[in-house]
């Protein structure tokens, strides 16, 4: 049965029997999963991040950008949910599927070497920082270089 709305329920843990109709958000794990809103039964996992889907939640409707493409299902459904409901678009193509995967992959990739650079400037010591250079001090004293 094709789905008009998805009923939002918080958990910490994701069901591994989800109710068709329920959409189950998981903050913990940043993810959250559906049963597809065609009715085929397949499982849908949505992984939240600023390059995968983003949630927004005003107390009582839920909102996740951009829309649900399942592609790699057969029924290739694709839908927005907005407001707990299901706003559904035309189903994709081959051609619309490859592109999403490509420009997703990208986005991805492109948000992890921005968290991988940004962890490495952290990580990288200031030369002339004061403890940094007692540090260096320090250990050529201990090396006895």
């Given at each position: 049965m094709r789905?008009?709305?998805?009923?939002?329920?918080?958990?910490?843990?994701?069901?591994?029997?989800p109710i068709h109709g329920k959409l189950y958000i998981s903050m913990v794990y940043a993810t959250t999963v559906h049963l597809c809103a065609?009715?085929?039964g397949n499982k849908v996992v949505l992984p939240l991040s600023p390059a995968?889907?983003?949630?927004s939640y005003?107390?009582?409707?839920?909102?996740?950008?951009?829309?649900v493409g399942n592609?790699?299902?057969?029924?290739?459904?694709?839908?927005?949910i907005s407001g707990n409901k299901i706003r559904w678009s035309p189903a994709l193509t081959g051609t619309q599927i490859a592109t999403s995967r490509r420009r997703d992959a990208a986005a991805l990739s492109a948000y992890i070497s921005s968290k991988d650079s940004d962890r490495t400037a952290e990580q990288t010591p200031v030369v002339g920082d004061?403890?940094?250079?007692r540090f260096l001090q320090e250990l050529r004293k201990w090396l006895k270089i």
């Open positions: 789905l008009q709305s998805l009923d939002p329920e918080f958990v910490e843990f994701i069901p591994s029997d065609c009715g085929c995968e889907w983003q949630l005003d107390g009582d409707a839920i909102d996740i950008r951009p829309s592609g790699e299902f057969p029924c290739r459904s694709h839908y927005w004061r403890k940094t250079t």
